[in-house]
């Protein structure tokens, strides 16, 4: 052999490089597994071993997949109804329910998500040369960091499909950067822009975006596929709520969106004028997708001494999914709707600015490795104050809602009416009416004339009520006390309001024969309440905390 000449790479070398390469590439979603559940710990510890999401929408799902596993759609046998923001979620969630464990099901599959979009987001960054072909660690690095300034943790806990969300719309980004380097899309990718709708209607935007940039780019059967992916079965879809008798969208996509504020197609430009204006009061989102795709575009145009600059087709992507939220969607409420153009705009910034931080080099790089982590995470302040918020945030679904489920089932043992459908409706053999909308499309029409003052709700509510015979409601009172009724007890968050609608929930004895029955259950009910959750009662002293 020649003396300068490199021995041949052995076979036992090669796989204990790749054994080396797949342990540090799990190592970002070991370290997000363990940081979410280290926050299970906290919630469990707080609840008493109760698991609590932290929104009462997760229980909307839950309650709507026990329907589906008996083969109705709907949250009451009774009635079809829509109140689920996702099509394809309450199916993953229906197998399981007729299992004790159904009410994990929703943090394990958003765990695995979690794990899934980590190993993605490295690809990603590896596809796009990020720090070199053997800079493995960093690229993890880099994923854990995007991941946790964005409130991918956090979002596990929501118990709904926002986490399933992010992790296709990451992988629609990671298909476009194939590519944009290699000039051929994946196999995968029209089958995650199908699929990402299907999760959530928010995702047409990152869908149909991807078809634009793939038919602009000569790729036409593989957007043509994806465009008939994605629309089709959410088509078909509304075809079937139609022929239930109902509309095309289902009701929480109507009550939470500007198409259920519209009276016609003529409204809709102004109302995404105002949507895409107003949340900048609310939030700090929109400035952050806007900051990122700014920062993207003038570091486009901007010499870096480097081949690996971000292509203007992923640029072009970033705007038009941030664009088509700020028009139509949402911000706030536990920070998860705009969790998945949120990880979107971040990443495209940060390949955007690889080429001028040389995290190529190994000590420079480092640091420049550190000054980025460190602006990424001030930037996204606040949604990783919404992750370490979470554990609160389950906790007040625990003291209100799970306490509302508790007397329904176990003390009233009744039908009830109420405006939190989703805990009260799970696990109950007894009838819910939903004074919000979302499980009634009566109801819905009727919130929605009273939005715009063509009646109230002192009008409708009560004969509603009287219709059904309902003897308890139990309700937040955002404009006061309801005069129309009798108040019997409010039920107080014994801490600090996250996710709740309001701190306290109002119990009114709607039918006067049943008062007496009503306050001694609530009697009852107030010997059994947790920590510092109290039960005030009209004309008497709330009970001590812990009492």
């Known amino acids: ?87 394809l979620y309450p199916f993953l969630l229906a197998p399981f329910a007729a299992f004790p464990f159904h009410a994990w099901a929703p943090l394990v599959i958003n765990a695995l998500a979690l794990a899934a979009t980590a190993v993605v987001l490295s690809r990603l960054l590896a596809e796009a040369e990020i720090g070199g072909g053997d800079a493995v660690g960093l690229r993890a690095a880099m994923s854990v960091v995007i991941i946790a300034a964005v409130h991918g943790v956090g979002l596990v806990f929501s118990g709904m499909e926002h986490s399933l969300q992010m992790l296709l719309a990451v992988a629609v980004l990671y298909g476009l950067v194939i590519e944009a380097r290699r000039g051929v899309p994946p196999s995968f990718l029209w089958v995650v822009i199908a699929v990402g709708p299907l999760v959530r209607y928010e995702a047409l935007a990152p869908s149909l975006a991807a078809v634009a940039v793939l038919a602009l780019r000569g790729h036409v059967r593989v957007a043509i596929q994806g465009a008939v992916g994605a629309l089709a079965p959410v088509v078909a879809f509304s075809g079937f709520l139609v022929s239930e008798g109902l509309p095309a969208l289902p009701s929480s996509v109507l009550h939470k969106s500007l198409l259920g504020r519209a009276e016609g197609p003529a409204d809709w430009p102004g109302l995404m004028i ?44 970033g705007w038009a999914c941030v664009l088509a939220h700020l028009a139509v969607g949402s911000f706030g409420w536990f920070q998860r709707y705009e969790a998945y153009v949120l990880v979107l705009a971040v990443t495209i ?65 009744d039908d009830v009416a109420v405006n939190d459908i989703g805990w009260v409706s799970y696990r109950n053999p007894f009838g819910v009416l939903d004074l919000t909308g979302l499980a009634s499309e009566a109801v819905r029409r009727k919130q929605v004339a009273t939005a715009r003052g ?56 709607t039918d006067p024969a049943r008062r007496r029955s009503l306050d001694a259950k609530l009697d009852a009910f107030e010997q059994t309440l947790p920590g510092e959750v109290r039960l005030v009662r009209p004309a008497r002293e709330p009970r001590r905390p812990g009492g």
């Open 1 to 87: 052999m020649h003396p300068t000449a490199k021995p041949p790479t052995s076979t036992a070398a090669k796989s204990s490089n790749r054994l080396e390469t797949v342990s540090r590439e799990l190592a970002a979603p070991a370290i997000l597994l363990a940081a979410a559940a280290a926050i299970l710990s906290a919630v469990l510890s707080q609840n008493g071993g109760v698991l609590a999401y932290a929104l009462d929408d997760a229980y909307i799902h839950l309650a709507l997949s026990e329907q589906i596993a008996q083969g109705h759609y709907g949250l009451a046998a009774a009635a079809p109804s829509s109140p689920a923001s996702s099509i």
């Open 274 to 317: 105002d949507n895409a204006t107003s949340w900048g009061s609310v939030s700090s989102g929109p400035m952050v997708l806007l900051g990122c795709m700014t920062l993207a575009s003038l570091l486009l145009v901007m010499p870096s001494g480097s081949e690996r600059r971000s292509p203007l087709s992923l640029v072009a992507f």
């Open 349 to 413: 910034a940060s390949l955007a600015v690889a080429p001028f931080l040389k995290l190529e080099r190994r000590v420079s790089g480092r640091w420049a490795l550190v000054a980025w982590s460190v602006a990424v995470l001030a930037l996204c302040h606040d949604y990783v104050g919404e992750t370490l918020r979470a554990p609160s945030a389950c906790h007040n679904i625990y003291e209100q809602q799970y306490q509302m489920h508790r007397f329904a089932v176990d003390f009233w043992k």
């Open 454 to 509: 063509a009646t109230t709700r002192r009008q409708w509510v009560p004969e509603l009520i009287d219709d059904t015979g309902i003897g308890l409601a139990m309700v937040a009172d955002p404009a006061g006390p309801r005069d129309y009724w009798d108040l019997r007890a409010r039920l107080e968050l014994g801490g600090p309001r996250v996710t709740s609608f309001l701190s306290s929930v109002s119990f009114y004895a």
